[in-house]
């Protein structure tokens, strides 16, 4: 079992930055892949980015440029930079982790552990 617990959401104006972090409870945190979902209200939840346990990176082709996912073993973290943010950005954003990057990866049923998710609001 993998707890992850998610940092960084704060609300912000449109055109700022975030930094939010997922720290991983797993020893073997850097044999894992890790990927971030965001899930606004009424909506599913939806593919943000993803990095393999060899630092491939994978994003969703809207976030690609503005979204930056990174890894810090030593730390068991992983990391997602969030640039030039705009109002349709604000969601809850979580943090996945699988052993094993699912061919499709951008489904949130192909990633076994879970965080609680934290909050990202941007205003105009």
């Known amino acids: 079992q993998v707890h992850l617990i998610e940092s960084g959401g704060d609300a912000v104006q449109a055109g700022g930055s975030l930094k939010l972090s997922c720290v991983a409870s797993?020893?073997?945190?850097?044999?894992?892949?890790m990927a971030w979902f965001r899930q606004a209200p009424g909506m599913e939840r939806e593919f943000v980015a993803a990095?393999?346990?060899?630092?491939?990176?994978y994003y969703a082709d809207s976030m690609k440029g503005r979204f930056i996912i990174a890894r810090d073993n030593a730390k068991n973290t992983a990391y997602l930079h969030l640039n030039s943010l705009k109002p349709e950005d604000t969601a809850v954003y979580y943090c996945?982790?699988?052993?094993?990057?699912?061919?499709?990866?951008?489904?949130?049923?192909?990633?076994?552990?879970w965080g609680q998710g934290t909050q990202v609001t941007v205003s105009s």
């Open positions: 996945a982790a699988a052993d094993g990057l699912a061919p499709d990866y951008s489904s949130a049923y192909e990633w076994s552990f």
């Open positions: 797993e020893r073997t945190f850097s044999n894992y892949d």
């Open positions: 990095i393999t346990s060899h630092s491939s990176t």
